[in-house]
Nanobody
Framework: QVRLVESGGGLVQPGGSLRLSCAAS????????MSWYRQAPGKQRELVAV???????NYADSVKGRFTISRDNAANTVYLQMNSLKPEDTAVYFC????????WGQGTQVTVSS
């Protein structure tokens, strides 16, 4: 019922910034808890950031103070602003939407390297 499309990934130098976007297909977006996950090669998927339908946010310790999750319900879009990027942030970043069910996008690659 919900299609998610991530964008905004790319190659960036350490200390640089990227802004990821996740666009959802339906107007009921405002009911969903939205999350960003990431998965590096050979590693398990990990939760990066969460934003509730009411705008409450939560972050992994590894990204606190550097990443900011936000949402624009009118645009059916969630964002992840990533600052002070480190090589260990390199991963495929996935967006998820959760209400009674959970939906996933295809991911966008973020590579942090000199």
């Amino acid at each position: 019922q919900v299609r998610l499309v991530e964008s905004g990934g790319g190659l960036v130098q350490p200390g640089g910034s990227l802004r990821l976007s996740c666009a959802a297909s339906r107007s009921a977006f405002s009911f969903y808890t939205m999350s960003w996950y990431r998965q590096a090669p050979g590693k398990q998927r990990e939760l990066v950031a969460v934003i509730s339908s009411g705008g409450r946010t939560n972050y992994a310790d590894s990204v606190k103070g550097r990443f900011t999750i936000s949402r624009d319900n009118a645009a059916n879009t969630v964002y992840l602003q990533m600052n002070s990027l480190k090589p260990e942030d390199t991963a495929v970043y996935f967006c998820s939407a959760r209400y009674s069910s959970e939906y996933w996008g295809q991911g966008t690659q973020v590579t942090v390297s000199s």
